[in-house]
């Protein structure tokens, strides 16, 4: 009735609507999060420290991303690379070393996981070269308010 390529395709479809579900889920829990800190009156964005934890998360999140994808691609080019070896003696001989298109399989990943890799060591030297007051300072400017706030409520009480 149905062939294995609509099968095939109704799978990856789905799988898609999963991803990108979770992807909705998340950002609907981020901004519940943050109308529920606005309602009892933090500012969102006054309660960061210094090293802005969110944003170290965030960035060990890609190192470790880009890990795992560069060695997976690592694995599938090396994993695919005997391919060229079974190929008639023709084509074969019309690529170098025994290298051809089905190596993309790993290589698109591989280049995927590095670049994840530079940027995170990039973030971490911009974040370091914006840095203008000492950490104190900046930690009693960013923890303050939420003192106050804290403060106020104990008042009222």
Aim: glycine share 8%.
């Amino acid at each position: 009735m149905f062939s294995n390529g609509f099968i095939v395709l109704l799978g990856w479809l789905m799988a898609l609507a999963i991803f990108f579900g979770f992807i909705v889920l998340l950002r609907y829990l981020y901004h519940k999060e943050r109308m529920a800190l606005i309602t009892r009156g933090i500012h969102p964005n006054n309660n960061r420290r210094v090293e802005d934890p969110q944003r170290q998360i965030r960035s060990r999140r890609m190192l470790r991303a880009g890990l795992i994808i560069a060695m997976v691609g690592l694995s599938l080019t090396v994993g695919l690379y005997p391919i060229g070896f079974f190929l008639p003696t023709t084509l074969a001989a019309a690529s170098p070393f025994h290298l051809g298109p089905w190596l993309l399989l790993g290589l698109i990943p591989l280049g995927v996981g590095i670049a994840l890799i530079v940027s995170y060591y990039l973030e971490q030297n911009a974040q370091g070269s914006q840095t203008t007051s000492t950490p104190e300072e900046q930690s009693k400017e960013n923890v303050t308010p939420l003192q106050e706030h804290i403060e106020k409520k104990r008042q009222e009480k």
